[in-house]
């Protein structure tokens, strides 16, 4: 479910400064097969508007702030992502969108397969026909 799909990550910060740590099935319940990371978004862009078949994805805001939206069978949910010490864990169906970047956001992907555009489901009509088969 939508609501289920914040991930709070342990601090190990000190006064030299903060640091996070990601371990597989501590931290990320997938094995990392690929990692990417969107940065210097133009204004008023959105990232996303697709949904995966298989993929398993964290979003991790390292810098600056985005909203993250996604659907699913049960409905529709808004994150603000502006911390790095929280991920959105991204499984199954879901539709995501991604906007109102600030200048400065850094936005990193942790995804459980490497890129395959076969695993897009890129038409929304689509992706409803499929998700309302869930419902
Ligand atoms: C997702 C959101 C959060 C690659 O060649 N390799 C890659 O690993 C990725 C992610 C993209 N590309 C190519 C494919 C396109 O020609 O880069 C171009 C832009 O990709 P796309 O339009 O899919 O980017 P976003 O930001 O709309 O979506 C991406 C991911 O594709 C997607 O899985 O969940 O970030």
Redesign the pocket.
């Known amino acids: 479910m939508i609501e289920q799909r914040l991930i709070e990550f342990q601090k190990h910060g000190d006064d030299r400064g903060e640091l996070v740590a990601l371990e597989y099935m501590k931290d990320i319940p997938f094995k990392v097969e ?1 990692v ?1 990371y ?1 940065f210097d978004t133009k204004l008023g862009s ?5 949904a ?1 078949k298989a ?1 398993e ?1 964290i ?1 991790i805001c390292l810098k600056g702030s985005c909203t ?1 939206s996604l659907e699913d069978f049960s409905g529709r949910k808004e994150y603000l992502l502006k911390s790095p010490f929280k991920g959105v864990f ?1 499984s199954g169906l879901i539709w ?1 969108e ?1 906007y109102d970047f600030s200048d400065d956001c850094i ?1 990193l ?1 942790l ?1 459980s397969e ?2 395959d ?1 076969n ?2 489901i ?1 038409d929304y009509a689509e992706f409803k026909n499929r998700v309302n088969k869930f419902v």
């Open positions: 690929r990417y969107i959105v990232r996303g508007c697709h995966h993929l994805q979003l993250l991204i995501r991604i936005l992907v995804s490497c890129f555009e695993d897009y890129r």
